[in-house]
């Protein structure tokens, strides 16, 4: 039976083997135990290969993890070139280019308790 390796973004360690080939899956690594996606092993090794080398057209280096990942996945599991590929409008820089994977942290999400409760005095009663 044919299978895909799926490999732990966060450790780059952790791989599991799954009977079918999706882009990536979404589980807690064992290893970093992290909740991490743990994408497919043919992505990663053309992401790595988009590391050493990428056309010129593509910016390579301006894409944020995410976007490398769409890329790599549409060139190993679809066949596509990365040179078709051209972002434009990536104006969202928040990776630091000195590379440590780990030094990603979840956002703390703020829960909105913002109910517009305005009173609206208008309420019309009909004098009888
Ligand atoms: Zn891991």
């Known amino acids: 039976m044919a299978t895909d390796t799926y490999r732990c973004l966060h450790c780059q360690d952790h791989t ?9 899956i979404s589980m807690t690594c064992p290893v970093c135990e992290s909740f991490e996606r743990l994408v497919n092993d043919r992505v990663v090794e053309q992401f790595r290969a988009l590391e050493n080398s990428s056309p010129e057209s593509l910016d390579w280096d301006r894409l944020d993890r995410t976007e490398k990942l769409f890329v790599a996945e549409r060139v190993a599991r679809r066949g596509r070139d990365a040179s078709e590929f051209s972002v434009a409008g990536v104006s969202d820089d928040t990776g630091t280019a000195a590379g440590d994977a780990s030094g990603e ?7 909105s308790g913002d109910e517009s409760a305005e009173d609206t005095g208008g309420d019309e009663q009909t004098a009888d």
């Open 105 to 111: 942290r979840p956002e703390p999400t703020e829960a």
């Open 16 to 24: 599991v083997a799954r009977a079918f080939d999706v882009s990536h």
